[in-house]
């Protein structure tokens, strides 16, 4: 006979920030300056100030998964004035290990750190000149870290639409962006309306980087690694870390509008 009992209410504590700093880091060919630009445009629409900087590979055509073939984009929103790109970052999203070797000392204690554990495999970490798995080696404890298998979950949202597996995988940039948009409470329609004009001649890219961009806002929401909503009257961001579930809260507001 089963019985039903009452389940106590999550304790939690609220910390109040006035501004974001995120940085998307890969290959230079993982998509990540557009990965960056389409979030800032979105954030913008929602009113926040921005300032955002863009950081092309050290080497033109450098092997991939090799340090000098690092790129990233970084942007500062807030709900108030933003005058600089940001200094230390509040949430990484490393697509390989040179991404997360050449910017997680840029990552705040007690940072988001979300990284591809499907590139972190022997011949990876050896391209990045690193002789241990971060992921395994406890160097990365002090950051909230969470290790997604990005082209596996990528390729399982696709997989119906026949593509090779290397089509597929050029998509992974896109779920990465789609669990940024639900970690801060984005809308994705803006990106959506960008894809199907950037791939209106490719029907069928279309509806690959729209799945992807769906799957990874989908994929937060399944697993409730982030917990997120969007507070109107607030005009303030919010964490909100849930201590027994590791789950955090993002409450991003516009710019209150000075009156005259």
């Not at 979300?114 to 971060?134: C, E, W, Y």
């Not at 029907?203 to 937060?220: M, Q």
């Amino acid at each position: 006979m089963s019985t039903l009992a009452e389940v106590p209410p999550v304790k939690h504590k609220r910390e109040v920030l006035d501004r974001a700093v995120i940085r998307f880091a890969g290959d230079s060919g993982d998509g990540m300056q557009i990965t960056g630009s389409q979030f800032t445009n979105t954030a913008a629409l929602y009113g926040n100030d921005i300032a955002t900087f863009p950081d092309y590979p050290a080497e033109i055509r450098a092997p991939a998964g090799t340090i000098p073939g690092v790129s990233g984009f970084q942007l500062h929103f807030s709900s108030n004035e933003v005058y600089t790109p940001g200094d230390a970052i509040d949430v990484l999203i490393a697509m390989n290990p040179a991404a997360l070797k050449v910017n997680v000392a840029d990552l705040k204690a007690n940072g988001i750190l979300i990284v591809n554990s499907d590139s972190f495999k022997d011949n990876d970490l050896r391209k990045a000149q690193l002789t241990s798995n971060p992921l395994e080696d406890h160097s990365l404890d002090k950051f909230r870290l969470f290790s997604v298998e990005l082209e596996r979950l990528t390729r399982r949202s696709l997989e119906h639409l026949g593509l090779d597996a290397k089509t597929m995988d050029r998509c992974k940039n896109f779920f990465a962006l789609g669990m940024c948009y639900w970690l801060y409470n984005r809308s994705m329609e803006p990106t959506v309306r960008w894809i199907e004009d950037k791939f209106r001649n490719k029907p069928l890219l279309v509806e690959a980087n729209k799945l992807a961009l769906k799957g990874g806002y989908s994929y937060c929401e399944a697993t409730e690694a982030f917990q997120i909503s969007y507070e109107r009257n607030s005009h303030r961001v919010y964490i909100e870390a849930l201590a027994e579930t590791r789950r955090w809260r993002l409450v991003l507001s516009p710019r209150r509008r000075k009156r005259g």
